[in-house]
């Protein structure tokens, strides 16, 4: 029992105004044959609290304090007052009955005991059994507390984790905050650098700027100095052209003696004025000497008819040298020539205006030159350059490939043996022919009808030995081809041409002045040139050279014969003048052929090499249209 029983008071009834079963009120007097005292309830309540510990298995908390029944006077009362207590009561936790009649001592109605509506009525402690109720709340909470305490227990594992995440994370942090230090000491270090850059770049723009101020102040002076070196250049060549104005040069007189002293030769020109010119007065000279390269005549049988060397001859003023001047008419149909005589530049000049003089002539034009000046009509004549050159790599990347990308016909390039080789294509078509490149110049950019065209074709492994040149003129195809192959000093241009015949839709009266014109470019970069093509020119047996016993066109226009024509080279090489042909048809073409041969000092080796020596016809086995021709360097 708890000590502490003693201490507590004991709980008053409340008053009740219900009444008993007999509508009696209860009476309040003390008896003690109809109540037990307060220990055999002690007794009967802890005999029920075993009873109870067996059905529930909660044990009892060992503090839990009991308390006594008051005694009643009457059974009834008591039975009613436990009757009021024992209603069903609703709890949030547990429901909670009234003991059955087996627990309270009631049985069924038997023979010997009739049986009588049991009344709720209880011996055990009302504040026990409100306890017991109690302690299932106790015991379901202490449930609860055991889950949450078992919740703990996972949160506290969750913690551990969270706590190793933490400090990995830590660790992390440590780890990144030093890269962190690191990527700063780079990026001081980095823009310490670009400070110094910027100041480092500063100075290089105020350098450069300095430098460019200085490169335009060069610039201006090397293009004074280039002003000033051309006009003295001018002046120079003025001068001398001055020097020269009272000169003039012999050519054709032979030599009689190789050793030949000036005196000797100015009693030359004195009889050739005399005999040559039929000049009565000879003009008055201060010296003459021979110059120059020598020129060696021979007769048709090979043999030596006479060697000679240009003779210049300076008059006392220039009315002496007019007089004999306009007395050279009397040398034509001589081997005898008079010309002025100017410098080398002057030559060039009057060399590369030539082929438009001559065209002007055939023109009927009124021309002229005026030291190294050309007048047409009373006009300067200032010729164009025309000629476009274009690397071969970039001509080939926009080539083929475009034209198949624009659906290019691809034709097969199928030549018999001995068929004649022609083109017949316009920008469109592309040749097919494996391991070979192709240039092509077509008459027509696109046309149903295919006409003629110019074409060039090597293999691939030639490619960087031989270039494609281009050019406007659409009569002749260029192209060079290294110094190294040929073994030469100068890369080798050659020209490939196809004129269209006379008296066709396609013939051109300007074609040959087209071809010289872009020919005279080439001539100003290299000597060794050839051309080789259909020129569909009948040449006969003309002379493709100036013959000084007969021509007189070169009449005060060049310096010195030699300079107008190589043809001594071909003598030292022991190639004949005179060319053989079985074709002596001579057409328009062909006289305009053989004017572009001799302004440009280009040969016809047709019936003139081994190979070709008899001139045998090119074209249907009786014409000859078709010409190889070179410069004397290329022999």
């Not at 020539?337 to 023109?363: S, T």
């Not at 020119?537 to 493709?544: K, P």
Request: hydrophobic fraction near 30%; proline fraction near 4%; charge should be positive.
């Amino acid at each position: 029992m708890n000590p502490k029983k003693s201490d507590k008071p004991k709980r008053k009834r409340n008053k009740s105004n219900g009444q008993n079963t007999s509508g009696e009120k209860p009476n309040k007097r003390k008896s003690n044959s109809t109540h037990t005292d307060s220990n055999s309830v002690t007794k009967s309540v802890n005999k029920s609290k075993n009873l109870k510990s067996t059905d529930n298995p909660i044990k009892p908390v060992s503090n839990m304090s009991i308390q006594s029944t008051p005694v009643h006077e009457s059974p009834m009362v008591e039975q009613n007052r436990n009757y009021q207590q024992f209603h069903n009561i609703q709890n949030p936790n547990f429901l909670q009955t009234s003991p059955t009649p087996s627990t309270l001592g009631f049985f069924p109605g038997t023979p010997h005991n009739t049986y009588m509506q049991p009344m709720m009525h209880s011996t055990m402690n009302p504040t026990f059994l409100d306890n017991g109720g109690k302690l299932d709340m106790l015991t379901q909470k202490v449930d609860m507390i055991c889950e949450k305490i078992s919740n703990i227990d996972k949160l506290t594992e969750k913690l551990n984790k969270f706590d190793k995440t933490v400090n990995s994370m830590v660790k992390s942090v440590e780890s990144i905050n030093k890269r962190v230090d690191e990527v700063e000491k780079g990026l001081n270090f980095i823009n310490a650098e670009f400070e110094n850059n910027k100041k480092d770049v500063r100075e290089v723009k105020k350098h450069l700027t300095e430098i460019r101020s200085e490169n335009e102040e060069a610039t201006k002076t090397i293009d004074k100095l280039r002003t000033d070196f051309e006009d003295l250049n001018e002046r120079q060549l003025d001068l001398q052209t001055r020097s020269m104005r009272e000169n003039l040069i012999f050519t054709g007189i032979p030599m009689y003696d190789e050793s030949e002293q000036s005196e000797e030769t100015e009693k030359i020109i004195e009889n050739f004025m005399t005999v040559e010119l039929k000049m009565e007065t000879l003009p008055k000279f201060h010296r003459a000497h021979r110059f120059g390269k020598k020129f060696t005549e021979k007769n048709p049988d090979g043999s030596i008819k006479f060697v000679t060397k240009p003779i210049v001859c300076r008059f006392v003023n220039f009315k002496q040298r007019e007089l004999v001047r306009k007395a050279a008419r009397e040398l034509k149909d001589t081997k005898y020539g008079i010309n002025e005589q100017f410098p080398k530049e002057i030559n060039d000049r009057r060399k590369a205006l030539w082929p438009h003089f001559q065209e002007a002539r055939r023109q009927r034009k009124k021309a002229f030159f005026k030291r190294d000046r050309l007048f047409i009509e009373g006009n300067e004549f200032t010729p164009k350059d025309t000629t476009k050159e274009m690397d071969t790599n970039d001509r080939q990347t926009r080539s083929r490939h475009q034209y198949n990308e624009q659906g290019a016909r691809p034709r097969e390039f199928n030549q018999s043996k001995f068929s004649q080789p022609q083109t017949k294509l316009d920008d469109v078509d592309e040749i097919d022919c494996d391991n070979f490149i192709f240039h092509y110049k077509n008459r027509k950019k696109l046309a149903n009808h295919k006409s003629g065209g110019i074409a060039l074709g090597f293999k691939k492994y030639l490619d960087k030995y031989i270039k494609y040149i281009q050019s406007d003129c659409q009569f002749v195809l260029w192209f060079s081809i290294d110094k190294k192959v040929l073994d030469l000093p100068k890369d080798a241009i050659f020209g490939i041409i196809y004129i269209p015949p006379i008296n066709t839709s396609y013939t051109s009266e300007d074609a040959f002045t087209e071809i010289e014109f872009e020919l005279q470019n080439f001539c100003s970069k290299t000597n060794y040139i050839t051309m080789l093509g259909d020129f569909n020119s009948r040449t006969g047996n003309l002379s493709d050279f100036y013959n000084i016993d007969k021509d007189s066109s070169f009449e005060n226009n060049f310096t010195d014969y030699n300079e107008l024509s190589d043809v001594d080279v071909l003598d030292e090489l022991g190639i004949p003048r005179l060319r053989n042909s079985i074709d002596t048809v001579v057409n328009g073409y062909g006289r305009k052929f053989i004017d572009f041969c001799k302004n440009n000092r280009m040969f016809i080796l047709n019936g003139r090499l081994e190979e070709n020596k008899t001139g045998s016809p090119t074209s249907r086995n009786s014409s000859v249209i078709d010409y190889a021709l070179s410069s004397t360097h290329f022999l």
